[in-house]
């Protein structure tokens, strides 16, 4: 039987432009089924107006809008009327309302009901196609949320994904307004990027933005400014915090056009902490997340496992603080690339990238890793390596005591039946001996008792992390999920998504 192919949606109000043509693009490309179905709307909502908006003068060209659709790879373009989408008119059907927390800034503070027309439509929309996927333009952030928010409130079973804000050859971004612009006014009116563009470079170096000085520029270059906001990206609440993650939004009129861009405003590059127990496919999944979202990996594992072959190799007692510190203190350890998956380590120029895989060094690891200075010196270490961010790190403390500040924190587990079941094909792949299966899994119980229990940073799942538990998934499975839930955190526009 044939398996039927997924529907992803591209909700527009027309007057498509390159903008338009990425989403469409980016849905053609993702489909859990192959080929997928593309499908465009173009439907100019009345409920989104307001009284003296530009309805009536909206940009309307459905042949304009075939071609554009199918030539960037849609499969088929739905304009339905008015009738279609309200049989009894607008006005005799349910409406959403979009909590006000959500639109109480940026638009949503001036243009009352807007939203709540917007969300009233496209659930509409929904409805009436039922696809497995909606893609929508992160150039309207506010309005990205708060479908984002619609969706997850009424558990509707639709993926939502943003796609980059597209922009002109000159940085203005693209929008169906933009040709209600004369050239002059298309000079003054790229102020507005520019203005977002500097803050966001300026961010980067330690600057605060000052809005006022901001506001005032543009201003000076003869844009109306309607509003200028900072906001937490999630929540649409102003911030004052220096946090890694920040909105500055603005609304401009250039004449009779209305323009809205922003700026993401990142201190560093994002951090995603991995935790769990031993076995349950954090390495394998981890090297294959990094590798999709091109973020640097950080096996802090085999960190703990290099120094615990050291230990062994030069016979350092643990119970002497003495010979522990003079290990310690000359360590040398490093991660090299590697042609494959398998990052190299070495450490005080070995390279031990095989040998910390061995079951002695596992059988003695939780030991090493719960000594205080070890746990101290490798950490200082992980959290120089992650200054800059950038990175995935995987442990088993990296959400809670390494880096508790991470966009993104997962906690990765299975079953011990399942992990003794990974750790034997391990082990068969890398030519050592294979204990039962109740030997490995009893070995891996003790093991999570030894690293839950520790004084210094124990096995422990921080309070804002996800929980995956990766019993009958495929390493596939694990990763599409994890890139799921970074998108959630991470916008497109901040760490773009590297072509293959």
Same mark, same amino acid.
């Given at each position: 039987m044939q398996q039927k192919s997924d529907l992803n949606f591209v909700p527009t109000m027309g007057g498509l432009h390159k903008g338009h043509c990425?989403?469409?693009?980016?849905?053609?490309?993702?489909? =859990?089924t192959k080929p997928g179905v593309v499908l465009v709307s173009v439907f100019v909502n009345p409920l989104q107006f307001g009284p003296n908006e530009d309805f009536q003068a909206y940009p309307r060209d459905l042949e304009?809008?075939?071609?554009?659709?199918?030539?960037?790879?849609?499969?088929?373009?739905?304009?339905?009327?008015?009738?279609?989408?309200?049989?009894?008119?607008?006005?005799?059907h349910f409406k959403v309302q979009v909590p006000p927390t959500l639109q109480a800034h940026l638009c949503g503070g001036k243009r009352a009901g807007h939203f709540d027309g917007v969300a009233t439509v496209v659930l509409r929309l929904l409805n009436l196609t039922k696809p497995q996927v909606l893609f929508l333009g992160e150039k309207d952030w506010q309005q990205f949320i708060i479908l984002r928010h619609l969706l997850k409130d009424l558990d509707l079973p639709v993926k939502v994904l943003g796609?980059?804000?597209?922009?002109?050859f000159d940085g203005l971004a693209m929008s169906s307004r933009n040709q209600y612009l004369s050239q002059d006014q298309r000079k003054k009116a790229l102020a507005l990027p520019r203005q977002l563009a500097s803050a966001a470079n300026g961010i980067k170096k330690g600057e605060i933005p000052n809005l006022e000085k901001i506001k005032s520029y543009l201003m000076q270059s003869g844009l109306e400014v309607e509003y200028l906001e900072k906001v937490d990206p999630f929540h649409l609440q102003p911030t004052e915090t220096n946090q890694p993650l920040s909105l500055l939004a603005a609304s401009v009129r250039c004449g009779r056009t209305r323009l809205i861009d922003h700026a993401f405003l990142m201190t560093r590059k994002p951090i995603v902490a991995i935790d769990g127990p031993a076995g349950a496919g954090k390495s394998t999944v981890t090297k294959n997340f990094a590798r999709r979202l091109g973020l640097l990996y950080l096996d802090t594992g085999a960190m703990y496992r290099a120094v615990t072959w050291l230990i062994k190799k030069e016979g350092v007692n643990l119970q002497e603080p003495s010979e522990l510190f003079k290990a310690l203190n000359s360590l040398k350890l490093e991660?090299?690339?590697?042609?494959?998956?398998?990052?190299?380590?070495?450490?005080?120029?070995?390279?031990?990238?095989?040998?910390?895989?061995?079951?002695?060094?596992?059988?003695?690891?939780s030991l090493v890793a719960a000594q205080p200075p070890v746990r101290k010196a490798l950490t200082e270490q992980q959290k120089a390596m992650g200054i800059d961010g950038g990175l995935v790190a995987e442990g088993r403390d990296i959400g809670t005591a390494v880096f508790p500040g991470a966009e993104l924190k997962i906690f990765l587990t299975a079953s011990p039946a399942e992990r003794a079941r990974r750790r034997a094909n391990d082990l068969r792949e890398r030519?050592?001996?294979?204990?039962?299966? =109740?030997?490995?899994?009893?070995? &891996?119980?003790?093991?999570?008792? &030894?690293?839950?229990?520790?004084? &210094?940073?124990?096995? =422990?799942?921080?309070?804002?992390?996800?929980e995956i538990v990766t019993d009958g998934m495929d390493i596939e499975e694990v990763v599409?999920?994890?890139?799921?839930?970074f998108r959630n955190r991470i916008p497109e526009e901040v760490w773009p998504t590297p072509s293959n």
């Amino acid at each position: 039987m044939q398996q039927k192919s997924d529907l992803n949606f591209v909700p527009t109000m027309g007057g498509l432009h390159k903008g338009h043509c990425q989403l469409i693009k980016a849905a053609q490309k993702f489909s =859990t089924t192959k080929p997928g179905v593309v499908l465009v709307s173009v439907f100019v909502n009345p409920l989104q107006f307001g009284p003296n908006e530009d309805f009536q003068a909206y940009p309307r060209d459905l042949e304009h809008d075939c071609e554009v659709a199918s030539n960037c790879g849609a499969n088929a373009l739905w304009a339905p009327s008015i009738d279609e989408i309200f049989p009894k008119g607008p006005n005799a059907h349910f409406k959403v309302q979009v909590p006000p927390t959500l639109q109480a800034h940026l638009c949503g503070g001036k243009r009352a009901g807007h939203f709540d027309g917007v969300a009233t439509v496209v659930l509409r929309l929904l409805n009436l196609t039922k696809p497995q996927v909606l893609f929508l333009g992160e150039k309207d952030w506010q309005q990205f949320i708060i479908l984002r928010h619609l969706l997850k409130d009424l558990d509707l079973p639709v993926k939502v994904l943003g796609v980059a804000t597209v922009r002109d050859f000159d940085g203005l971004a693209m929008s169906s307004r933009n040709q209600y612009l004369s050239q002059d006014q298309r000079k003054k009116a790229l102020a507005l990027p520019r203005q977002l563009a500097s803050a966001a470079n300026g961010i980067k170096k330690g600057e605060i933005p000052n809005l006022e000085k901001i506001k005032s520029y543009l201003m000076q270059s003869g844009l109306e400014v309607e509003y200028l906001e900072k906001v937490d990206p999630f929540h649409l609440q102003p911030t004052e915090t220096n946090q890694p993650l920040s909105l500055l939004a603005a609304s401009v009129r250039c004449g009779r056009t209305r323009l809205i861009d922003h700026a993401f405003l990142m201190t560093r590059k994002p951090i995603v902490a991995i935790d769990g127990p031993a076995g349950a496919g954090k390495s394998t999944v981890t090297k294959n997340f990094a590798r999709r979202l091109g973020l640097l990996y950080l096996d802090t594992g085999a960190m703990y496992r290099a120094v615990t072959w050291l230990i062994k190799k030069e016979g350092v007692n643990l119970q002497e603080p003495s010979e522990l510190f003079k290990a310690l203190n000359s360590l040398k350890l490093e991660f090299l690339p590697s042609k494959n998956l398998e990052q190299e380590v070495t450490i005080n120029g070995y390279n031990v990238t095989e040998a910390i895989r061995s079951p002695d060094v596992t059988a003695a690891v939780s030991l090493v890793a719960a000594q205080p200075p070890v746990r101290k010196a490798l950490t200082e270490q992980q959290k120089a390596m992650g200054i800059d961010g950038g990175l995935v790190a995987e442990g088993r403390d990296i959400g809670t005591a390494v880096f508790p500040g991470a966009e993104l924190k997962i906690f990765l587990t299975a079953s011990p039946a399942e992990r003794a079941r990974r750790r034997a094909n391990d082990l068969r792949e890398r030519g050592f001996r294979v204990p039962s299966l =109740t030997t490995l899994e009893e070995q &891996i119980k003790e093991r999570d008792q &030894i690293d839950s229990t520790r004084q &210094i940073a124990p096995l =422990t799942r921080a309070d804002d992390a996800s929980e995956i538990v990766t019993d009958g998934m495929d390493i596939e499975e694990v990763v599409q999920l994890l890139v799921e839930l970074f998108r959630n955190r991470i916008p497109e526009e901040v760490w773009p998504t590297p072509s293959n």
